[in-house]
C-alpha cells in the first residue's frame, strides 16, 4: 500500500523557515517524481513545487521561487522542502504528492501557520 | 499562472447527471492531453479520478468520465450518488513545465 506521511509543520513568526518531510513507503521511491502542494484554509489547491526521481529536474511555483527548496534523498525514501522568508500566505495544510503530469497519491498533509 | 476557472457549485438530485467546466487557455488545457481531475471530501485528501483528460484509475466509478474541447475540459457525474457530495478540483500541466490547478467546485446532491 502506498503511504505518504508528511511531518515538520507549526506555528513559525514571519520571516522565519521551517523544513517539511515526506516519508514514503509500499512503492519504490525512487522511481517517482514528487511534488508538493498546498491549501490554504478554506480555499483551493495550489501546485508549488515539483522533483523528477533523480533530482535533475526541479520546478518552482512563482509565488515560492528564491525562498522554497525542494530535494529528496532516495536512501531513505523521503522527499524535503525547506520553506524560508515564510510570510503569512503561506499558511496552508501542505501535502506530499507522487506524479508526474497528474498526482495517483497524496499524503495527509501537515499544517504551516506562519503567524506572529 | 492563474488558476484554471471552475463554477463555484454546482447541484443535482440523486440518480441525476452533472457537469464540471474547467478553462484554461492555449499554454495549459488547451495546449496539452495532460488534465485530472480530483475529488476532496472535507478534511480529507484529494483523490485522482481522471487522468490524462478521460482515463479513470482503477478504482473509480465508472460513472466519472472526463473529455476536453478546446481550452475547457469538462467532469461528468453520471448517476449521482450522496456520496459523491465533495469538492472537485481540475488540473493541467503548462507550457512553463508547471502544474495549475482550478478554482474549485462544490458538488451538492440535493
Known amino acids: 500500500e502506498v503511504q505518504l506521511v508528511e511531518s515538520g509543520g507549526g506555528l513559525v513568526q514571519p520571516g522565519g523557515s521551517l523544513r517539511l518531510s515526506c516519508a514514503a513507503s509500499?512503492?519504490?521511491?525512487?522511481?517517482?517524481?514528487m511534488n508538493w502542494v498546498r491549501q490554504a484554509p478554506g480555499k483551493g489547491l495550489e501546485w508549488v513545487s515539483y522533483?523528477?526521481?533523480?533530482?535533475?529536474?526541479?520546478y518552482y511555483a512563482d509565488s515560492v521561487k528564491g525562498r522554497f527548496t525542494i530535494s529528496r534523498d532516495n536512501a531513505k525514501n523521503s522527499l524535503y522542502l525547506q520553506m524560508n522568508s515564510l510570510r503569512a500566505e503561506d499558511t496552508a495544510v501542505y501535502y506530499c504528492?507522487?506524479?508526474?503530469?497528474?498526482?495517483?497519491?497524496w499524503g495527509q498533509g501537515t499544517l504551516v501557520t506562519v503567524s506572529s | 499562472q492563474s488558476a484554471l476557472t471552475q463554477p463555484a457549485s454546482v447541484s443535482g438530485s440523486p440518480g441525476q447527471s452533472i457537469t464540471i467546466s474547467c478553462t484554461g487557455t492555449?499554454?495549459?488545457?488547451?495546449?496539452?492531453?495532460?488534465v485530472s481531475w480530483y475529488q476532496q471530501h472535507p478534511g480529507k485528501a484529494p483523490k485522482l479520478m481522471i487522468y490524462?483528460?478521460?482515463n479513470r484509475p482503477s478504482g473509480v466509478s465508472n460513472r466519472f468520465s472526463g473529455s476536453k474541447s478546446g481550452n475547457t475540459a469538462s467532469l461528468t457525474i453520471s448517476g449521482l450518488q450522496a456520496e459523491d457530495e465533495a469538492d472537485y478540483y481540475c488540473?493541467?500541466?503548462?507550457?512553463?513545465?508547471?502544474?495549475?490547478f482550478g478554482t474549485g467546485t462544490k458538488v451538492t446532491v440535493l
Open positions: 504528492a507522487r506524479g508526474v503530469r497528474h498526482i495517483d497519491y
Open positions: 509500499g512503492f519504490t521511491f525512487s522511481s517517482y517524481s
Open positions: 522533483i523528477s526521481s533523480s533530482s535533475s529536474t526541479i
Open positions: 492555449s499554454s495549459d488545457v488547451g495546449g496539452y492531453n495532460y
Open positions: 490524462e483528460v478521460s
Open positions: 488540473s493541467s500541466y503548462t507550457s512553463s513545465s508547471h502544474y495549475v
